[in-house]
């Protein structure tokens, strides 16, 4: 959908299983599940995910999404770089 040489922003419609694993090694991936539920499978193991979540994958992660039923999911990739929290300011780390 979108790209400059910091972000990348895509859209993905599926149904069923990846048949192959994906691995980004230019930068952390974040997946916003916007339709839709299933599994994830990656090298830390399974977690399952339903409309609503996100789900950050760092680089290097080799994963693949199993859907139970048609999915959509918003993928932002931070290439070269990761993601991270934002500034607290005046609340500090409580």
């Known amino acids: 959908v979108l790209n400059n040489p910091h972000l ?3 859209f993905l419609r599926m149904e069923g299983a990846m048949d192959h694993l994906a691995c980004n090694a230019a930068g952390d991936e974040l997946v916003f ?5 299933g599994d994830l499978f ?3 193991g399974h977690m399952a995910f339903s409309e609503g979540d996100y789900i950050l994958l760092p ?8 859907c139970r039923e048609p999915s959509a999911f918003l993928l ?16 500090g780390p409580h």
């Open 8 to 10: 990348s922003l895509r």
């Open 33 to 37: 599940v916007h339709a839709g539920y």
């Open 42 to 44: 990656c090298d830390f």
């Open 59 to 66: 680089r290097g992660l080799r994963w693949r999404l199993d």
């Open 76 to 91: 932002i990739e931070a290439t070269n770089d990761g993601f991270r929290l934002p500034d607290k300011g005046i609340v």
